[in-house]
């Protein structure tokens, strides 16, 4: 075999595994994003069940504690920028807002000992903290996959690719400085 044709063959068999790679590449790219956005879905399925429980929770508190007006508002309001809300970072920062407006409305709880032995209002809080859990295990999927997505797309010579075919940095999920002091809550009293 000649010379030439050697250098050929052997470009020839680079640019064929420079495609491959390419494919592979794009292809496992592409996997990656749909896991984050599926992960993301999840977040918002349970972000929305939170906002749907909000309604029943006020109404039975309403009936106990009926001179508690403002809290009510503030629930409304931030349940109303939840479910408004877009991207994560608004998500993020509207589920803070909820969370706190919750935290109140517990606290406020506790005036009342006859609305803690409420069935309706022991059902709605179980159901509450099933959800919070839901919502704690679907953002630690959706940030793993963030992880594992913004990993992929910076190492060399993923990052060649990833930018060649429009492929971006997703953000993570993460708790506002607010989720580091937890309200005090007693059931007990």
């Not at 309403?62 to 998500?91: P, W």
């Not at 159901?127 to 992880?147: F, M």
């Amino acid at each position: 075999m000649k010379k030439g044709t050697k250098i050929l063959l052997a470009a020839l068999v680079l640019v064929v595994v420079l495609v491959v790679y390419t494919f592979s590449t794009y292809n496992s790219l592409v996997r990656l994003k749909e896991n984050v956005d599926s992960k993301w879905s999840q977040v918002e399925n349970q972000l929305q069940r939170r906002a749907d429980l909000i309604p029943n929770l006020v109404n039975t508190v309403k009936g106990y504690a009926k001179h508690e007006k403002e809290i009510f508002e503030t629930l409304a309001q931030a349940r109303s920028k939840l479910l408004n809300a877009r991207g994560v970072e608004d998500k993020a920062k509207a589920n803070d807002e909820l969370t706190s407006a919750i935290s109140r409305l517990l606290m406020i709880v506790e005036n009342y000992p006859n609305l803690k032995a409420d069935k309706a209002f022991v059902q709605l809080m179980d159901e509450l903290a099933g959800t919070e859990n839901r919502i704690a295990v679907a953002r630690k999927d959706y940030n793993d996959a963030v992880k594992q997505y913004n990993m992929k797309i910076k190492v060399f010579p993923n990052v060649l690719i990833a930018r060649m075919f429009g492929f971006e940095e997703r953000q993570y999920f993460e708790a506002s400085s607010q989720a580091k002091s937890v309200p005090s809550v007693d059931f007990s009293k």
